[in-house]
């Protein structure tokens, strides 16, 4: 079954635009472009997720990392704003960069219960991280065959949203709830993996 991206958070994303667009338009009389926002955003991504995880820091690192994967709707917002409606350069760095933030988040989550001697959620956390980046690889090489596979279950937003929430929560006491959040999401991932896997062989299969 094939899941349409508008029936998912993409839904949050005209006004999630709508907020960060004063923002975006200070950047841009400020002459920052829309590079330097995802050059910071996906270094504060990382530094936060690599330091605040592996300490135990859960609650103040989903809060930090939180501001700054925003980055990567606020570089969109300054691209478009700042005149040329986005650039292939910029459109390139921004979903590569993606990936060394998602790393960083799932590899920070993977420290933290490595710390903790928790080997079993440190494997299904890993499997997220692994079953994360396929599903984005399937879709950039299905793009690269002039194919499409923008469908699936946990796309990227989802992906972060689960991890974060569950992280913050978890920092606050709740049981259970970060455990809970890696084996809802590595099963989401591998489901969303297949979706687009099938998505892709029945256009091959119609041409
Ligand atoms: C103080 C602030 C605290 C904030 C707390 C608020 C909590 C947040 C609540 C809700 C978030 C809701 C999620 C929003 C969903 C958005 C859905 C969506 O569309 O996501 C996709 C995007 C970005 O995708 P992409 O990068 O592809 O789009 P762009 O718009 O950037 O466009 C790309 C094109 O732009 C051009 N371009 C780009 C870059 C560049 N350098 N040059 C360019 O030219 C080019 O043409 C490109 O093709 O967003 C995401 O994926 C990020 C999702 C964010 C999810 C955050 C989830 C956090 C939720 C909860 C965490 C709770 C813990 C903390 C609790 C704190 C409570 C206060
Ligand atoms: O494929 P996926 O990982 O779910 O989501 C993707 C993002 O991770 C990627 O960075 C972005 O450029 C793509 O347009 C797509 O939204
Ligand atoms: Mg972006
Ligand atoms: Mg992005």
Do not use: N
């Not at 029936?7 to 960060?20: E, F, N, V």
């Not at 570089?75 to 005149?83: C, E, N, Q």
């Not at 006491?173 to 979706?195: C, F, K, N």
């Amino acid at each position: 079954m094939a899941y349409d991206r508008t029936a998912m958070l993409k839904l949050l994303r005209p006004a999630m635009t709508r907020i960060l667009t004063p923002l975006g338009r200070a950047l841009v009389g400020r002459g920052i472009g829309p590079d330097a926002v995802t050059a910071i955003g996906t270094l504060g991504t990382v530094v936060s997720a690599l330091l605040f995880f592996p300490l135990g820091l859960l609650t103040v690192g989903a809060f930090v990392i939180t501001v700054f994967v925003l980055f990567d709707l606020l570089d969109g917002v300054v691209a478009r704003l700042g005149g040329k409606g986005g650039s292939t350069w910029g459109a390139f760095l921004d979903s590569t960069l993606d990936r060394v933030a998602d790393a960083a988040i799932f590899g920070g989550l993977i420290l933290y219960f490595v710390a903790g001697g928790d080997t079993l959620m440190a494997a299904v956390t890993l499997a997220c991280l692994i079953a994360g980046a396929v599903v984005s690889y399937a879709k950039a090489r299905a793009e690269g065959l002039g194919l499409t596979a923008d469908v699936g279950l946990a796309e990227r937003p989802e992906r972060l949203v689960v991890a974060l929430v569950a992280a913050f929560l978890s920092g606050l006491g709740v049981p259970y709830v970060l455990p809970a959040g890696m084996w809802l999401l590595a099963v989401a991932s591998l489901i969303t993996v297949g979706q687009r896997v099938v998505a892709v062989y029945h256009q091959t299969r119609e041409r």
